[in-house]
């Protein structure tokens, strides 16, 4: 019994003082231990308890001492005891109070003014009246009913569509509604492939159209006017030619280009040869075919220098279905997305020519073979006139098309473009509009073949101008 005990005091069954207490008991019992603790502990008293024990103890009872087996002792000062054996009335003395816990904060509605009662009624609407019936039983209509049901309503007016041309220019540029179709399917891919590719800074579809469409649909007038593709084109051109012969002296130009009867001479020998390739006398029904876009006149060949997205020669293959376009650009990826984009429009005119425009004016099957060679937003004159006339057979046309006032740029490349056997024929406005002004084209004639040396390598035209 000795062991068990001091193996539960060990486990924590009962306090330091308990457990003294209860070997104090069990010793005062035991004859074997009574020596050992009357030595160690002093004499115990009637109820078996040494003085050392009494004073640590609060209450001791003799009675409780007296009676049989002892029972264990409990401290009112050790807070682990949950079950206390004195009386209620002692227990709720010795218990501290219990805090009261905070009630939570009730939410109280935001007190807003009164309102005077002047002020509401003013503020709230006044019912309709009731309408008049009159004596037959009929309900009459109030002034404002009558006077809207005398007005009828007119559906608002739907924006124009941003894909759509204005029929005016549909009718000056000779456009069907089937080339006006393809046009429409071309910038749709071009603007869907832009996302992911860098084709063009214009993201909006009626910027495009003004941007991109009309802006190169503007260069067929210059560009017809001076080939002489018809009988009405052929009288501009005559006049064309005697303003551009009297404005090679004047600053408007900024360019001369030799006396004026050579370049008559020059440019009437040129226009002979360019009339026999495009069919003369045949376009006086081509503005009646339902095809438009000019059938009659005959096929040329054209080369858009560093075409990019295929501005402008891609509108110019929808326009003119019968000219035969070779879209020439450096970039493989861009290459891919023309030849895509032709399949997509039904363009059968089109062919797409990977290289750079230094290396292709030297290939056997693209060295001054074409007709018409173009350019639009590659670089200055001096340098597109080393890129494109390389590839203009001689008696052939460059066009380039420029910004608002380009006279200083026009007349810097004066030096180049003879150099290249080029001959510059006019300076023109075109119907096509920016944000500087009313843009222009700047028109070349190829008066004798380029030099073998040119264009030079690739990168030097760029970095060194003529």
Known sequence: ????????????????????????????????????????????????????????????????ASAGPRQRPTNTADTRVKAPTTSPATSSSTLPARIPRKAPPQHQPSQQPPTHPATTAATTEAPPPPPAVSATGTVVPSPDDAAASATPSQP???????????????????????????????LDYLLEVNQSMNLTAVRDKGDAWQRHVVDSLALLPVIERHIGGSDSSSGNSSKSRAS???????????VGSGSEGEAQGGEGSRGQELRARSGEGASSSSSSDGGGGGRGRGALRVVDVGTGAGLPGMVLAVARPQWKVTLLDSLRKRCDFLREAAARAGLSNVEVVWCRAEDGGHRPELRQ??????????????????LCLPFVRVGGLWVAAKGPDPEVEVCAAAGA????????????RVESHSAEGQRTALVVAKAGPTPARFPRQAGTPNKKPL
Request: charged letters at 20%; proline letters at 7%.
């Open 244 to 254: 551009s012969g009297s404005s090679d002296g004047s600053s408007s130009t900024g």
């Open 1 to 64: 019994m000795h062991r068990d005990a001091v193996l539960a005091g060990r486990r924590g069954f009962a306090t330091a003082a308990s457990r003294r207490a209860i070997l104090a008991g069990f010793r005062s019992q035991d004859p074997m231990h009574r020596p050992c603790a009357a030595a160690s502990h002093g004499s115990p008293d009637a109820a078996g308890q040494t003085p050392k024990l009494r004073q640590r103890q609060s209450k001791p009872s003799s009675a409780a």
């Open 417 to 428: 473009i003879r150099q290249l056997g080029g001959r510059q024929l006019a300076l023109e």
């Open 156 to 186: 608002p007016s739907a924006p124009p569509p941003a894909s759509a041309l204005s029929p005016e220019i549909l009718q000056r540029y000779q456009l069907s509604a089937h080339q006006h179709r393809q046009l429409e399917i071309y």
């Open 369 to 386: 073979a074409y007709d018409l060679a173009v350019a639009r937003a590659v670089a200055e004159s001096r340098v597109l006139a080393e």
